[in-house]
């Protein structure tokens, strides 16, 4: 394997670790965010510490060690992109009908 294929390989195993998904994924929800024009204010930052809250709930202290913010900020951001992925949804989740639709 190339050496380069093998680091791209392995910096994305290691994004899906922290933050619980394929980089693309994020990079698609991200676009979205930007496309439905939700807020003038976005960070690339606070979407990608509050992915790694989403993923393993880490408490606020854990969060305040790990990226160098106080609580208060953590709780606001982590929130605000919970509600901005919420506003989205309606692109992202689709279910077929077979999910209500009773076995016979």
Same mark, same amino acid.
């Given at each position: 394997?190339?050496?380069?294929n093998?680091?791209?390989? #392995?910096? %994305?195993?290691?994004?899906?670790? +922290?933050?619980?998904?394929?980089?693309?994924? =994020? +990079?698609?929800? /991200?676009?979205?965010?930007?496309k439905?024009?939700?807020?003038?204010? #976005?960070?690339l930052? /606070?979407?990608?510490?509050s992915l790694? /809250?989403f993923?393993?709930y880490? %408490?606020?202290?854990?969060?305040?060690?790990?990226v160098? =913010?106080d609580?208060?900020?953590?709780r606001g951001?982590?929130w =605000? =992109? +919970?509600?901005?992925?919420?506003?989205?949804?309606?692109?992202?989740?689709?279910?077929?009908?077979?999910?209500? %639709?009773?076995?016979?």
């Amino acid at each position: 394997m190339h050496r380069n294929n093998q680091l791209s390989c #392995r910096t %994305t195993e290691q994004f899906r670790k +922290a933050f619980g998904s394929h980089p693309l994924v =994020y +990079a698609r929800v /991200w676009q979205d965010l930007e496309k439905e024009n939700i807020d003038s204010v #976005r960070k690339l930052s /606070w979407f990608l510490i509050s992915l790694f /809250w989403f993923k393993g709930y880490n %408490t606020e202290d854990d969060l305040k060690n790990c990226v160098g =913010y106080d609580q208060v900020t953590i709780r606001g951001w982590t929130w =605000y =992109y +919970a509600e901005c992925i919420q506003e989205i949804k309606h692109l992202k989740i689709k279910l077929s009908n077979s999910f209500f %639709t009773p076995k016979k």
